[in-house]
């Protein structure tokens, strides 16, 4: 049983910082790919940051430039450092970890709302 527990969300202001965490428990090792989606109310969910077991890192163009998306293997943590933040960045930030088509897990989301 693997659960996913993420961090570090909160109401800040434009232009404000925040720093995401996700901790997992259970069954996982470093072949996992890490990631961070976020879902905006009316919308779909829509992935913002990945990162490989290789540490290769994926970004959407919303992001890029703003958000840093990091691992630590040996506390099975992922982590989003968002800087520059917009009000259009306001949505439940949820975390995943998957490895090829076998293993797909979610985290409970944490909520992130960009206001002034």
């Known amino acids: 049983q693997v659960q996913l527990v993420e961090s570090g969300g909160g109401l800040v202001q434009p232009g404000g910082s925040l720093r995401l965490s996700c901790a997992a428990s259970?069954?996982?090792?470093?072949?996992?790919?890490m990631a961070w989606y976020r879902q905006a109310p009316g919308k779909q969910r829509e992935l913002v940051a990945a990162i490989t077991s290789g540490g290769y890192t994926n970004y959407a163009d919303f992001v890029k430039g703003r958000f840093t998306i990091s691992r630590d293997n040996a506390k099975n943590t992922v982590y989003l450092q968002m800087n520059s933040l917009k009000p259009e960045d306001t949505a439940v930030y949820y975390c995943?970890?998957?490895?090829?088509?076998?293993?797909?897990?979610w985290g409970q989301g944490t909520q992130v709302t960009v206001s002034s």
């Open positions: 995943n970890f998957k490895h090829l088509s076998t293993y797909d897990y």
């Open positions: 259970g069954s996982i090792f470093s072949g996992f790919t």
